[in-house]
């Protein structure tokens, strides 16, 4: 079959390249593990329920209490955790660089910020309880414009300019969100702590659905991208010079991913690190092509955004410990691990 | 009592919130979780079945409403029409107007018994 | 090495390019023209505007004034995926962001032919395969990409530009970090190329050697201009070379295989 002279063609050693056996079989696996993180999710809580009774008896208090409070808050795991680890495989594939993510560009600070500031003027300008999760919406947009804008050198975008700007607008935001917390009343202050720690309590189906249809949208868009993004690695113009309009593709993951974080930001608050542990242990494991990469992200954050969720419910219940403190508490360590790793070995672009 | 719903912060044994509940003869749902100050999942609070349900954010912020808890009809405040917003200044801090805190909260909890008292004439 | 006698398809021809980066006008009116199968050698020294000119060649910069015609072609009237299909660049640096493995980033090289969500199929395999086995790299197939040598990498990303199955191939110092005998290799294979496919080169040289040996025709370069342009003899003589390098060479012949030899002749007079 093969016309070189006589060799045989690479061993079927499936690490190799990707092949469509091999997608199929690994998103399998991560979906097993995403059923039985869900599975853990429903079955343990700060309340003990029977399940049974809650599925046969829809008067029950367990009843109630599952499709009331507990299922909608493992759907909002799976939802933003899949969003944030897909949002971060995408930022990391832009900037070619395996640091970037949602909370660590800024992004997310950005959004909580607009999230705050909408809700202290809200009194003075109505508008609703809906004006708010939109302008964290419309801040997160506007500050991935800002960060981008600010990490393009000469039409150029360097990820480590990108990296350091981010870095920048996450201490601008913080320092912002910290004024905003010692001028404003009591009330004010706490429901900050909303936006800050990050929660995914979600009040209605309708609203985990919106932010769901959001995140599928933005998610085929960028599994359209995903041969481009492996193009992408090799650099700017190797990318443009095997056929990719680099400039486009950039916009475009921008857009798309922007949409989701400010639709994930705008009802969970912020939520870091889960777009940095999850596409970097997967791509340790799996290798770096996007195509099983991105839907792999998909997965794997779901599954991790609700087992930490679970951790973050049942380890000192009845209270609760804040989502993103558990993963803040996984990501600082694993960040720290990442940094050494990859400063043995410099990033050359 | 709750001290706000976003987050759901809600008054734990040993603060003072806690006391004034407790002279106002409320049973305090909060009070096993093991902190001051303890964050609760919505479902902890619907499996204990609170008569009563005191917001601050319901009555601090004026947009605000009590359609947050209507999605939770199962929990017996809510379909006996028992939560109430409270505003957050003068309650949740302590001084001089302890007084009127008090006849606040007992007010809410216990609807009935002030049916013949006016207000300010707590002792 | 002369061109061949067959009928001689200019693959590629640029007339009076003028280029630059803003404030920086780099190319002067240089004009080539390269004929399928033959490979064309840029040499000169550092600054001379040999990667610019082969940027320019690819697409990846517009020129100031001038055209590059590709078949008879203008070259920005070619869509960008079918101009990936018919002109492969490998550049100097081949840098690799994450962990991908040879074969992988060779079978990158097919992306052009392929749609957005395809996967690659065993037609796209084979030729992978060829590619690798052609730069002696099918041991390192699983490999990844950023534990190997230098030398190692620049293979992979010569077997990639393969994989695209170009006409015409760009190549900016191939040769760079490569050992002697894989410089001599690499040098061969393209020649096969040229000679099996017909594809045309454009490979800008340090090395004068290599230029004179492989080259069926050679472009001295200085400042952004075109100084000589023809046959390797014609164009790599002690005159033009002293001119350009500021150095006296010796030209002769290789006494072992008549090849052209180009060797510096005395160090530069000592700074007073």
Known sequence: MNAAAGNPAPQRNSAAHLTRSRLLSILAALAILLIVCAAAGALFG??????????????????????GARLPRVLMGVIVGAMLAAVGTALQALVRNPLAEGGILGISGGGALGA??????????????????????????????????????????????????????????????????????????????????????????????????????????LMFQARDLNLLSLGDESAAELGVDVDRLRRTIFVATSVMIGAAVSVSGIISFVGLIVPHTLRLVFGADHRL????????????????????????????????????????????????????????? | MLVGHQPMVAVGAGTYLDELMRIARADNIAADA???????????????????????????????????????????????????????????????????????????????AWQNVSAGAEQ | MTTTSRDTVTAMRARAIHAGYPGVPVLHGVSIEVAAGEMLAVVGPNGAGKSTLLKVLGGSMKPGAGSVELFGRPLDSIERRELARIVA?????????????????????????LG????????????????????????????????????????????????????????????????????????????????????????????LNAAALYADRVLLLADGAAVAYGTPAEVLTAENLRRVYETDVYVGRNPLTGALIILPAALPNARA
């Open chain 1, 116 to 221: 705050i500031l909408a809700l202290v003027m809200s009194a003075k300008l109505g508008g609703g309880e809906a004006a708010v999760p939109l302008c964290a919406f419309g801040a997160a947009l506007l500050s991935t414009v800002a960060v981008y804008r600010l990490a393009m050198v000469d039409g150029q975008l360097e990820p480590f300019t990108l990296l350091l700007v981010g870095v920048i607008f996450n201490a601008f935001w913080g320092a912002a969100i910290m004024l905003v917390n010692s001028v404003v009343n009591f009330y004010y202050a706490h429901s900050i702590l909303f936006w800050l720690m990050g929660s995914l309590e979600a009040p209605t189906y309708r609203e985990a659905a919106m932010v769901a249809g959001l995140g599928l949208a933005g998610f085929a868009v």
């Open chain 1, 293 to 349: 990469l991105l839907p792999a992200s998909l997965i794997g954050g779901a599954a991790f955004m609700v087992a930490a969720d679970l951790v973050a419910r049942v380890a000192i219940a009845p209270a609760e410990i804040p989502v993103g403190a558990i993963t803040a508490l996984c990501g600082g360590p694993f960040f720290i691990y990442m940094l050494r790793r990859e400063g043995r070995r410099p990033l050359s672009l």
């Open chain 2, 34 to 112: 093991g902190e001051q100050w303890p964050h609760l999942s919505m479902e902890y609070i619907i499996a204990m079945r609170p008569q009563v349900v005191l917001d601050g954010s319901m009555g601090t912020d004026p947009s605000s409403s009590s359609g947050f808890w209507e999605k939770y009809p199962a929990i017996p405040a809510v379909r006996d029409h028992r939560v109430f917003g409270y505003a957050q200044d003068p309650i949740v801090h302590p001084g001089p107007r302890v007084g009127q805190s008090l006849e606040i909260i007992a007010r809410m909890i216990h609807p009935e």
């Open chain 1, 46 to 67: 700060s309340a003990h329920i029977s399940l049974v009774r809650a599925f046969s008896d829809p008067t029950s208090p367990d009843h109630a209490i599952f499709f």
């Open chain 3, 116 to 207: 957005a969500l395809r996967f690659e199929s065993p037609h796209d395999l084979e030729i992978a395969s060829a590619a690798l086995d052609r730069f002696d790299l099918l041991d390192l197939a699983a490999r990844h990409v950023q534990e190997l040598s230098g030398g190692e990498r620049k293979r992979v990303f010569l077997a990639r530009a393969l994989a695209q199955e170009p006409k015409i191939a760009l190549l900016d110092e191939p040769t760079a970090f490569l050992d002697l005998k894989h410089v001599a290799e690499i040098f061969a294979r393209f020649r096969e190329l040229c000679t099996e496919r017909g594809m045309a080169v454009v490979a800008t040289l340090h090395d």
């Open chain 3, 89 to 113: 660049s490998v550049g100097q640096e081949n840098a690799v962001a994450f962990r991908f493995t040879v074969l992988e980033i060779v079978l990158m090289g097919r992306a052009p032919h």
